[in-house]
């Protein structure tokens, strides 16, 4: 699911869909369908903003439940739907006091365009 506060573009949430309140807690199964999407996530995510890094941080902090927030990393400024976005953390830690609040039409672009893009 995307971020609604893009953190960089194409920033997005992947979580598991079992309730699992620690990454050990995950069934085999789980393990086997992450290693199948974070492949396919990566392909689109790749093919729709050409990403220099890719970023999978867990921190669980607000929502308990796991989760994963992909951040796509960018060593300069991106520009889509008339929006620019700069991943203002680069090359160091993702700078999460920056995040884009961008409107529901532009996030709705920004999922497509990665849905448009996946394998």
């Not at 997005?12 to 290693?35: C, I, K």
């Not at 093919?47 to 927030?69: E, Q, S, T």
Request: with cysteine; aromatic share 10%.
């Amino acid at each position: 699911m995307l971020r609604p506060a893009q953190l960089t573009l194409g920033s997005v949430v992947l979580a598991a869909h079992e309730p699992a309140r620690a990454f050990s807690e995950l069934s085999q199964e789980s393990f086997t369908e992450l290693h199948q999407v974070t492949a396919q996530l990566e392909h689109a995510l790749a093919n729709a903003f050409c990403y220099d890094k890719l970023n999978y941080l867990m921190l669980m902090m607000v929502d308990p439940d796991v989760h994963l927030h992909v951040i796509p990393r960018y060593a300069e400024a991106k520009y889509f739907n008339g929006v620019e976005f700069i991943d203002s953390g680069w090359p160091g830690v993702p700078d999460f006091s920056r995040a884009y609040a961008v409107n529901a039409e532009v996030n709705r672009h920004v999922i497509e365009h990665i849905g448009s893009c996946w394998a």
